[in-house]
């Protein structure tokens, strides 16, 4: 059968990479795709928010099942559509997408399902919010350990860490009256910060059956030692052992489980990817967030490691069979990806710079470069977005991973690229 995979990042070239491998397919198409996606599938110049056009390119060529990438169209409501229109496709409804698309529906929900989760408080002007902040940290200066969180989608970059009173003012001040972040600062939630290990675990669900995958660890902050801004992520890692075994059945007992038990009570039943991103406090696990996709940069060496069918698994997600799959199979070798991104990221940056070296880069074993922010200009492959590429290699430790990773890395060059130089660092610690 076709596969058409919707989104033009390097999860969706990570995803086009490991769908095209499976005999049940025969061709798959990326809309919009990027410079490497057209490498490993066809480009198809459709937008990712474009419904109509792309069913009308479904029904025109085939496709037996559409897989989506990004969160956007998912909370716009693309699978509604497809569903409308009597097309398999792979992800969860727009209802099931507040999930992600609105963290005040999350963490209400989390709240009803009993989840352990931050406290919080909800706010829907900036007024409301500085009341509540100068309130409880009356002093000036005075220590404020909370994190502050534009309520709508903000491309992973619309949750601010704050230290004292002064930064939680300002983040207020930058969501609700600078509206940074536009539409997803309509609501801001304030929550306790957590302190401890952030590690990323992802689950495949039908709606009623969990297929868990190995957890990973994501590194959010745009600098070394998990200094600066957020970003939508620098590099991530997997498996991560900082979540074993029995931690990682606590979570699907604890978390998932009740998550997908709440939203079938709630005539929300979700189908998709379920991605928690968790704290894991002295108190245990806490749920950060919920994404309801294949998270980005996880999905690159998570899949880099994946030796099963991942069709096959996708398949009897979107049929409710999902309890007939098969255990996956894993590569036992641990895998690194180290985002490569464009000078200015996550600010402003610019574009249209030549990249050289990737193909010296691909000779190198064990390694693969998943494309996320480039484009094709004039036969050269350019850099077209702030997150570039998504250098990603197997070792047979997270040591060797690394090393070989880095060594990618090192092959690539375009102007103002820069990466984070300690990925996976803290599985080393």
């Known amino acids: 059968m076709n596969v058409l995979i919707v989104g033009n990042g390097g999860r969706e070239h990570a995803l086009a990479w490991k769908i095209g491998q499976s005999p049940r397919v025969e061709q798959v198409y990326v809309a919009p795709g990027n410079a490497g996606t057209a490498e490993d599938a066809v480009n198809v110049n459709l937008a990712a928010d474009d419904f109509p056009a792309l069913i009308d390119f479904a029904r025109t060529n085939a496709v037996g099942l559409t897989v989506v990438g990004p969160e956007a169209p998912l909370a716009e409501g693309i699978v509604d559509a497809f569903q409308a229109a009597k097309l398999r496709v792979f992800g969860p409804t727009r209802k099931a997408a507040r999930l992600e698309a609105s963290k005040v529906f999350c963490k209400q929900l989390l709240r009803h399902a009993d989840v352990p989760s931050a406290d919080f408080q909800i706010f829907r002007n900036a007024e409301d919010a500085e009341q509540f902040i100068l309130e409880r940290y009356p002093e000036e200066g005075q220590v404020a350990p909370v994190v502050v969180k534009a309520a709508g989608l903000a491309a992973g970059k619309g949750v601010i860490v704050c230290s004292h009173r002064e930064d939680a003012l300002q983040a207020i001040d930058r969501i609700a009256r600078q509206e940074e972040f536009g539409e997803a600062g309509r609501e801001m939630v304030i929550e306790e910060r957590l302190d401890g290990q952030e590690a990323s675990v992802l689950a495949i669900t039908d709606g009623r059956t969990l297929l868990t995958l190995p957890p990973a660890q994501d590194h959010k902050p745009a600098y070394d030692q998990d200094l600066g801004p957020n970003t939508g992520g620098m590099g991530a890692y997997s498996p991560a052992p900082l979540v074993d075994e029995a931690l990682q059945s606590w979570i699907n007992e604890h978390v998932f489980v009740p998550t997908v038990h709440a939203l079938k009570r709630s005539r929300t039943p979700f189908q998709g990817v379920l991605y928690a991103g968790l704290m894991l406090t002295r108190q245990g696990p806490k ?94 492959i350019v850099n077209a977005g702030g997150r570039v590429l998504g250098v990603t290699a197997l070792g047979d430790s997270i040591a060797e991973a690394k090393q070989q990773a880095y060594k990618a890395v090192r092959c690539i060059r375009w102007e103002g690229a820069w990466c984070r130089k300690d990925i996976s660092d803290k599985a080393l610690a």
């Open 287 to 380: 749920v950060l967030e919920y994404n309801v996709r294949f998270g980005d940069p996880e999905c690159q060496p998570i899949l880099m490691r994946l030796q099963s069918d991942l069709v096959e698994v996708l398949e009897l997600a979107v049929d409710g069979r999902l309890d007939q799959a098969e255990p996956l199979r894993w590569d036992p070798r641990p895998a690194v990806c180290v985002v490569m991104a464009s000078e200015g990221y996550p600010g402003s940056y610019a574009t249209g710079k030549p990249i050289r070296g990737l193909a010296e880069a691909a000779q190198l074993p064990d390694v693969k470069v998943f494309h996320a922010g480039t484009a094709e200009r004039n036969g050269q």
